[in-house]
């Protein structure tokens, strides 16, 4: 499969501990965006990355969240003392510089789903 | 940013065509309209855009009003596979053009 992987899939935490997301886009692709959704609520952009670089970050990327793209490859999300209202699914998707933004297509993974506690 | 706005829910029988609306009234000259869909426990996917002119790919087509107000998705023959939130996104040429800016969507609920 070369799309767009996440893991884990599945995560069940206790509030105050740290959590860590991994997202790996599909290849070619320099492009990463990651999304929250609350359920019955379409996905929330947090961050994106251009290659290693964060070029931005949503006002709901609160000072816990952080996100690496350390080699322009894969990237993480680390929860840091998670509350439960971090409760959600958090996707990420990959998209191919070089088209247009207003063209652009995104292509999401299956999203890691996380309960607080 | 202009706004979409879209039926919270519809209902179709399978085989038969489903057109999805949208309303993007304040939609700019150069707004791309793109429409995703996501599929129960799955990320989104893409499924079309367009600018002005209608559009045909192998999933769907979008009918796009003159004035540009409005849109249309079009599935020709719903399957049960269809069952999705639907997504109709405006994708700006300026300002926060970079991510998809999702609202609540149309759930679509096929009917066998």
Redesign the interface.
Known sequence: DTGVSQNPRHKITKRGQNVTFRCDPISEHNRLYWYRQTLGQGPEFLTYFQNEAQLEKSRLLSDRFSAERPKGSFSTLEIQRTEQGDSAMYLCASSLAGSQYTQETQYFGPGTRLLVL | DAKTTQPNSMESNEEEPVHLPCNHSTISG???IHWYRQLP??????VI?GLTSNVNNRMASLAIAEDRKSSTLILHRATLRDAA?Y?CIL???SG??????????TQLTVLP
């Open positions: 150069t707004d791309y426990s799955q990320g989104p996917e893409y855009h939130v997504y994708r700006p040429t926060s053009a970079r991510q998809l800016t999702f609202g609540s969507g």
